[in-house]
């Protein structure tokens, strides 16, 4: 069937603007993860939804981020006011269940956003 | 929270050498412990993934290890090819249903 997907692929904008990030997860996934990877480097954890309910958000390096879920399906991340150093590769993954509290599931990732902060 | 570190940061073999990743992890309730390769340009793939009630587990010519008394774990891929040569990630699960990630092992073989 079909994997994770995300839009925009590719997203160059200017210093200052907001952009706002898509995932569509594998049907029938509940928990859903936003991740952050910036050029040679690994993957810092943002955000964590389980149905529609984000239980951690430890990860969001700022007030300038957010995401929501709708429908236990799409999920949109927000900047806000953005800056050249948030300039990295926003991947959004996604995963069938959590296990008593815990998600024990393989998560599966998207494509990616590339985004450039001129 | 959970803490992954991952060594070595990168890893050159030649074709047919055996590879070998490790990674510590800090939580003692971790169970859950994947491995993700990711080549240039393109999405992490989980490639093998171990749970705790198992010490080894393999497929072909890739196998993990877990020493969850020493709370840690390796990646071992024999017979490498070129096609082998990405950035592998070991990752840990803690309690709070978040994978922690280390921070990447490039490997390149050398044909």
């Known amino acids: 069937g079909a994997g994770v997907s995300q839009s925009p692929s590719n997203k160059v904008t200017e210093k200052g603007k907001d952009v706002e990030l898509r995932c569509d997860p594998i049907s029938g996934h509940t928990a859903l993860y936003w991740y952050r990877q910036s050029l040679g480097q690994g993957l810092e954890f943002l955000i964590y939804?389980?149905?529609?309910?984000?239980?951690?958000k430890s990860g969001l390096p700022s007030d300038r981020f957010s995401a929501e879920r709708t429908g236990g399906s799409v999920s949109t991340l927000t900047i806000q006011r953005t800056q050249q150093e948030d300039s990295a590769v926003y991947l959004c993954?996604?995963?069938?269940?959590?296990?008593?509290?815990?998600?024990?599931?393989?998560?599966?990732f998207g494509p990616g956003t590339w985004l450039l902060v001129l | 929270g959970e803490n992954v570190e991952q060594h070595p940061s990168t890893l050159s073999v030649q074709e047919g050498d055996s590879a070998v990743i490790k990674c510590t992890y800090s939580?003692?309730?971790?169970?859950?412990f994947p491995w993700y390769k990711q080549e240039l340009g393109k999405r992490p793939q989980l490639i093998i993934d171990?749970?705790?009630?198992?010490g080894e587990k393999k497929d072909q010519r890739i196998a993990v290890t877990l020493n969850k008394t020493a709370k840690h774990f390796s990646l071992h891929i024999t017979e490498t090819q070129p096609e082998d040569s990405a950035v592998y990630f070991c990752a840990a699960i803690d309690g709070y249903s978040t994978l922690t990630f280390g921070k990447g092992t490039m490997l390149l073989v050398s044909p």
């Open positions: 939804f389980q149905g529609n309910s984000a239980p951690d």
């Open positions: 171990i749970r705790s009630n198992v």
């Open positions: 939580d003692s309730a971790s169970n859950y």
């Open positions: 993954a996604s995963s069938l269940k959590t296990s008593g509290g815990i998600n024990q599931e393989t998560q599966y």
